[in-house]
């Protein structure tokens, strides 16, 4: 009898010996799995000396946009400037500036397409203002709506947080993530704008809005990314420009 207990108690630990080397078997596999996963790149989108990778809206080349200080930025000659790439999901980073009363911002989801007019009619736009002192063609204050303020989905989704901007003349940082259709916007480090692109909620928003006629009113996948240059005479400076795909 104590011969078949000793037996059991053996089977008992060989068993679990067994289990444990087939746990740290599994961890290790798992664990290597994931030290081949590599976290996306970073690539700069401008090397503050050259604008490649770029070209003018329905333009060969860049007309009307150089580079000042290691800044990228408009003589108001050439229009918005756009990636040569699309882009579906990433993450952008950029630095921007403007002076007192201008206004631009950065597009994306963008159709490159001779028949689209403007890079906005396709595309979402992370807004650029100077949300005190913009002004109308005629001089007098321009009474902006809270989705027009610095850092909203222009036009269709305010910013949570109307203090994030910094005054005319100041760098601020903008940050875009869009990720399988969730869409996300950050100034100067504070989320500010969140929504799911595509979603009933979003159809909703821009079947009262003035895109509701325009290729912006029909999801997309992918598309390119543009700087807005607003008008010949508003003025506005970008740098730090860097994508990373997700």
């Known amino acids: 009898m104590k011969r078949f207990i000793q037996l059991d108690v053996l089977g008992r630990t060989l068993k679990r010996l067994f289990q444990i080397e087939v746990a740290i078997y599994l961890i290790g596999f798992v664990a290597s799995g994931f030290a081949f996963v590599s976290p996306p790149k970073w690539t700069s989108l401008f090397d503050g000396k050259t604008i490649k ?25 050439g229009g918005d400037l756009v990636t040569d790439k699309e882009y579906e999901n990433f993450e952008l980073e950029f630095e921007f500036k403007i002076p007192k009363g ?65 005054a005319p003349g100041e760098w601020n940082k903008g940050r875009i993530i869009v990720n399988k259709n969730h869409v996300e916007h950050y100034l100067n480090g504070k989320k500010v704008v969140d929504y799911e692109y595509g979603s009933d909620n979003w159809k909703a928003l821009v079947a ?25 005479k508003e003025r506005v400076w970008y740098k730090n420009i860097q994508i990373r795909e997700l």
């Open 208 to 232: 009262k809005s003035k895109f509701a006629s325009w290729p912006y009113a029909t999801a997309h996948a992918k598309g390119k990314i543009a700087l807005q240059n607003h008008s010949p």
């Open 53 to 77: 990778g770029w070209h003018s809206y329905h333009k060969e080349g860049v007309v009307g946009w150089y580079v000042e200080d290691g800044a990228m930025t408009p003589d108001g000659t």
């Open 102 to 166: 201008s206004n631009s911002g950065v597009v994306y989801k963008i159709i490159d397409n001779p028949d689209i007019k403007s890079t906005y009619m396709s595309g979402p736009e992370y807004q650029v203002i100077d949300d005190k002192g913009y002004m109308t063609a005629d001089g007098k204050p321009y009474n902006l709506k809270d989705s027009q303020m610095t850092g909203a989905n222009y036009d269709m989704i305010a910013p949570s947080d109307m203090s994030a901007t910094k």
